[in-house]
């Protein structure tokens, strides 16, 4: 059986179990604690979760796992075979992995009033001695360094919002041609973005700009059903 290692709050563990629920893939949970993940390099060496194992075979990044998932369960794939169709979900992908992404940790983690609302869902991974306020102050420092180093914490909260209304619109479009983000079926495109905005929707923020966009929230609910995120 698959194990999945993983953060449980972190939108590319969510990412990975989303492949596995679509494709009907039998798997186990092992929650990582983020002070004793060093003690995981035989699953993945650099400490990145989320990683697997595979009856032996070690693979760690949320991408490289969807590839070889893909790959080994070919049943409902989720990487198209048209090399077009296959571009455009690589593009969109990476996007919500290396875009999204640090809008999510920037406006769920390093702005205090929506910190507050998210730190209970982190703590199962943090050092168990730590208090909630000592939890809240430890991700609010290391998420606060991190996106002033990216560049997006450098930005105002008003421009940060600005530009996620900007990302929700494009994703907007291109529902209104299709029911899914790339072609005619679910991509890793789909699971990939729905990910992330799950998390963004720790944000008051997000969830009061996603109500402006129906075709959003109908999309979002289709990938649930057809890709869990639950075993």
């Avoid at 009907?24 to 993945?44: C, M, N, T, W």
């Avoid at 990044?61 to 075979?81: E, G, M």
């Avoid at 919500?96 to 983690?109: H, K, V």
């Avoid at 983000?181 to 923020?205: K, M, P, T």
């Amino acid at each position: 059986m698959i194990t999945i290692y993983q953060f449980e709050s972190s939108p590319l563990c969510e990412k990975v179990r989303r492949i596995l629920g679509y494709k009907g893939i039998e798997y186990q949970i092992h929650e990582v604690d983020r002070s004793k993940a060093q003690e995981l390099k035989h699953v993945s060496p650099f400490g990145k979760f989320p990683a697997i194992d595979d009856d032996g075979v070690s693979v760690c990044d949320s991408t490289d796992i969807a590839y070889y998932l893909d790959n080994k369960f070919a049943q409902r794939p989720l990487i198209p075979a048209d090399p077009i169709l296959a571009a455009q979900m690589h593009i969109i992908e990476d996007w919500a992995d290396e875009s999204l992404y640090f809008y999510e940790i920037t406006m769920r983690l390093s702005w205090e009033h929506n910190a507050r609302h998210t730190i209970k869902a982190i703590m199962s991974t943090l050092p168990k001695h730590l208090t909630e306020e000592q939890a809240l102050a430890l991700v609010l420092a290391g998420s606060q360094q991190l996106v002033a180093a990216q560049g997006l914490g450098r930005k105002t909260q008003q421009q940060v919002v600005a530009d996620v209304q900007r990302h929700l619109k494009a994703i907007a479009a291109l529902l209104k041609q299709s029911k899914w983000l790339v072609g005619d079926s679910i991509s890793l495109a789909d699971i990939a973005v729905l990910s992330q905005l799950n998390c963004l929707l720790y944000a008051r923020e997000v969830v009061d700009a996603i109500k402006q966009y129906p075709d959003i929230v109908s999309w979002a609910e289709r990938v649930d059903r057809v890709a869990p995120a639950k075993p």
